[in-house]
């Protein structure tokens, strides 16, 4: 008796210890994508409280300990432009994507930032070291070297949660903003691309169709309608726009979705599939911030590049000026909204070509890639990273008539967080997104004597931009046969010699917002005033 009772307690301390024992899944229940894109930083963003691939790790291995099937897809932008990827060509993202891979199989589409320089050098060696696998359909590698070149998979497809999974991927044409390089021959017919991916990956019997782009929004909203010829095409993931966008799935188009810049905001995808194997998702938005812990493996390497960083520029912590008031370079806001950021920089810009300084001046918020707030010492580094490439100057006269015209590609498209998005100085404007294309500007207004006037249609005015957007960057058309300067004046040092001489005089700088004299002013209803 007394030995069945003890069998019996035996037995029973076993179930409860084997019952207490977290049990590693014997196998997956459930498909999952995560999805990010326009990544630029191996860290987090917005002083560390957002953002961040250690906490996309987290959440990935949380997934997988529930028993689930992850893949990571990444909308591209990603090796450029930043400001490691002056010194690494990107090479610090790859390592970053390596150890993502490592946990999760990634595929990734290719950004138009991946090609910014001219030459396919940084290229070769980034695809040669990536773990994870390069998609795309409308555009090829043409490097040169054979191994980098077949490495780019077409209509690629894998099996996952034993199901037949397909991915077509698409590129930006640099006729729609995209760079034009030789080693990346790319066609502008999306949706032609797309359907002839769509019918081969559905021949070769895809249960799943997905895709993975880095175009803007409204070409993702067409392609998507080709879910009404194959139905098994779910979603698109895409990149390019930097705030997170989002279509509804429906019987006769595809789901769309793209999340924030620099993984602030991610998408969380499952995938289910019926007896009939038809599949559903379920979408949901997951904000990347301090509720998640970072992943203490994937810290080593962050630190690894952090360590390196310093090794070449010991000063870049050192205070160059202070900042009056927090400065607010978001790119939720310099992409949107008037940024106190954005006004020091482009006030700078309208002297640089001496005196008297030009009368405006304005440049596209992408330019500005730090995405964050700079709070009291202003740093080496807040300096660098705003600026992630180049960017020199150029000076010319335009009539007001000319310049108005130019300033509407600003406000072209629909949707938030555009890198064409105007910073200004020198002038105010007011904007009506309602109205057709090429007739948004409702007031463009400048100076005059204490006061404001609208633009004189005649008038010559002086004007300084970025080299980039006088040759047509960012969809700008500045007006042919107009003798323009050479670029100068680098815009990185033009902003640090005018921070430096402020500290040099005891002075910080920027200021809030006026909510009274605003410089932007996007209409919320076409009955609202402007001023």
């Known amino acids: 008796m007394i ?16 019952s207490a024992t977290p049990q590693e899944p014997t196998q997956a229940y459930g498909l999952t994508f995560i999805h990010l894109n326009d990544t630029y930083r191996v860290g987090a963003v917005e002083d560390g409280s957002a953002g961040g691939f250690g906490r996309v790790v987290t959440l990935i291995r949380d997934l997988q300990a529930e028993g689930r099937d992850v893949r990571i897809l990444h909308g591209g932008d990603f090796l450029y432009p930043s400001l490691e990827s002056q010194l690494w060509s990107g090479m610090q993202i790859v390592d970053a994507f390596n150890f993502m891979d490592a946990v999760a199989p990634m595929h990734v589409v290719a950004g138009n930032h991946e090609f910014d320089p001219r030459t ?23 490097t040169g070297v054979e191994e ?10 894998f099996e996952a949660d034993g199901r037949k999974v397909g991915i077509f991927a698409l590129l930006l044409h640099a006729n729609d903003g995209g760079n034009d390089r030789d080693y990346v021959p790319t066609e502008p017919d999306y949706l032609a691309h797309a359907r002839r991916a769509i019918a081969s990956l559905d021949a070769k019997g895809a249960e799943l169709i997905i895709g993975l782009t880095h175009v803007h929004l409204w070409t993702d909203l067409e392609i998507a309608e080709l879910r009404a010829e194959y139905p098994q095409f779910m979603f698109i993931v895409g990149g390019h726009e930097h705030e997170p966008e989002y279509s509804e799935l429906r019987e006769d188009r595809a789901a769309v979705m793209k999340g924030a810049s620099n993984a602030r905001r991610i998408w969380r995808i499952d995938v289910t599939f019926d007896a009939e194997a038809m599949p559903s998702i379920d979408a949901q938005m997951i904000d990347i911030d301090t509720t998640i812990v970072a992943d203490a493996d994937y810290a080593v390497l962050e630190d690894k590049w952090r360590n390196r960083l310093l090794e070449r520029f010991p000063f870049l912590t050192a205070t160059v000026g202070e900042a009056a008031v927090p400065l607010d370079s978001r790119e939720v806001t310099v992409r949107n909204q008037e940024s106190n950021w954005g006004n020091f920089i482009v006030d700078q810009m309208r002297g640089a070509f001496g005196k008297p300084p030009a009368d405006l001046a304005f440049i596209n918020g992408g330019t500005l890639r730090i995405d964050d707030y700079i709070i009291g010492d202003i740093t080496f580094e807040d300096i660098g990273r705003t600026f992630g490439f180049s960017s020199y100057l150029r000076h010319m006269m335009m009539t007001g008539e000319e310049f108005r015209s ?8 629909a949707g938030p967080s555009k890198g064409y998005f105007p910073q200004v100085s020198g002038f105010r404007v007011c904007v009506d997104r309602s109205r057709p294309e090429g007739e948004r500007i409702v007031s463009l207004q400048v100076p005059d004597d204490g006061s404001w006037q609208e633009i004189a249609a005649e008038h010559e005015y002086g004007v300084v931009v970025p080299d980039f957007l006088y040759r047509g960057g960012d969809g700008y058309v500045f007006p042919q046969g107009r003798e323009a300067s050479r670029p100068g ?3 990185v040092y033009l902003v640090l010699d005018a921070v430096i001489n402020a500290q040099a005089e005891g002075q910080a700088i920027g200021a809030p917002v006026d909510p009274d004299n605003p410089r932007i002013v996007i209409l919320d209803s076409p009955d609202r005033p402007c001023w």
Request: proline residues 2%.
């Open 406 to 413: 130019v300033l509407e590609a600003g406000y072209r498209g």
């Open 489 to 491: 004046s680098e815009l």
């Open 148 to 157: 980098v070149d077949r490495a780019l998979h077409e209509q690629f497809m």
């Open 3 to 18: 030995r069945r009772t003890l069998l019996v307690a035996v037995c029973t301390l076993f179930v409860v210890a084997c």
């Open 120 to 142: 396919p050098d940084h290229l070769v060696d980034a695809v040669k070291a990536s773990d994870f696998d390069w998609l795309g359909d409308n555009y090829r590698f043409a």
